[in-house]
C-alpha cells in the first residue's frame, strides 16, 4: 500500500537549470509534506515543508509546490548545483494514529546534477 | 549545531542473536521514532515513543522489537532474535512536537545478520 509515491526512480539534469521532482500521495488525510535529501551513508536531512493550507513554500533555490485536489507535490531546485546530487525523499505528515505524526516516506528520486 | 547521533554505525550479527541500536536524541526533544530502510526499499516506520512509553507502532514492530529510553539522553531498539530479514539501515529521530515540526534524522545504524 504506497500512500506516498515517486515514481521517478532518477533524473539527471544540467548544472544551472532546474530540477523538479515529483511526489503523488493517496490518503487526503496527510495534511503536512516534506522534502528529505539523503546522501549515501548519512541519514535523512531535512531540506523544504509544507503545510496543505498552503500551495507554495520557498526557501532560497528550493520551491515545494503543493495540488491538493491532485493530491501532487513537487520540489523545484533552481540552479541546480552538483552538490545537489542526492537522493530525494518525498515524506506526509500522517496525522492519525497516535498523535506523533510519523512520516510516511516515497522510495525516493536520485538526482545527479551533471558539471 | 544539535544532532541526532548513533552508534554503531555498523553491526554484523549471527541469525538468533540479540542485537541493541544506540540514539542519542537532540536534547530537549519529546519525540522519538525509529525507522528502518531494507536496501533499494523506502525509509519505513517502526515505533514512536513520547513521554516514557509507545505512541504508536507499525506491524513490522512485533514481539521480537523493544524500545527503551534508560535514562535522560539514549533511547534505544532492542531486536531479541534477530532474522535474515531484519538487515536493514536503522534510522533514529527526534523532534519537539509531533507535527508542525521536522523530525531530524540521525545517520543510521547498518545492521547485517549472517
Known amino acids: 500500500d504506497q500512500q506516498v509515491k515517486q515514481n521517478s526512480p532518477s533524473l539527471s539534469v544540467q548544472e544551472g537549470r532546474i530540477s523538479i521532482l515529483n511526489c503523488d500521495y493517496t490518503?487526503?488525510?496527510?495534511?503536512?509534506f516534506l522534502w528529505y535529501k539523503k546522501y549515501p551513508a548519512e541519514g535523512p536531512t531535512f531540506l523544504i515543508s509544507?503545510?496543505?493550507?498552503?500551495d507554495k513554500n520557498e526557501d532560497g533555490r528550493f520551491t515545494v509546490f503543493l495540488n491538493k485536489s491532485a493530491k501532487h507535490l513537487s520540489l523545484h531546485i533552481v540552479p541546480s548545483q552538483p552538490g545537489d546530487s542526492a537522493v530525494y525523499f518525498c515524506a506526509a505528515s500522517d496525522p492519525t494514529g497516535s498523535g506523533t505524526y510519523k512520516y510516511i516516506f516515497g522510495t525516493g528520486t536520485r538526482l545527479k546534477v551533471l558539471a | 549545531e544539535p544532532e541526532v547521533t548513533q552508534t554503531p554505525s555498523h553491526q554484523v550479527t549471527q541469525m538468533g542473536q540479540e542485537v541493541i541500536l544506540r540514539c542519542v536524541p537532540i536534547?530537549?526533544?519529546?519525540?522519538f521514532y525509529w525507522y528502518r530502510q531494507i536496501l533499494g526499499q523506502k525509509v519505513e516506520f517502526l515505533v514512536s515513543?513520547?513521554?516514557?512509553?509507545?505512541?504508536?507502532k507499525s506491524e513490522i514492530f512485533d514481539d521480537q522489537f523493544s524500545v527503551e529510553r534508560p535514562d535522560g539522553s539514549n533511547f534505544t531498539l532492542k531486536i531479541r532474535s534477530t532474522k535474515l530479514e531484519d538487515s536493514a539501515m536503522y534510522f533514529c529521530a527526534s523532534c519537539f512536537e509531533g507535527h508542525y515540526n521536522e523530525q531530524f534524522f540521525g545517520p543510521g545504524t547498518r545492521l547485517t545478520v549472517l
Open positions: 490518503n487526503s488525510m496527510f495534511d503536512y
Open positions: 536534547s530537549n526533544h519529546l519525540y
Open positions: 509544507i503545510s496543505s493550507i498552503k
Open positions: 515513543f513520547y513521554n516514557n512509553e509507545i505512541s504508536e
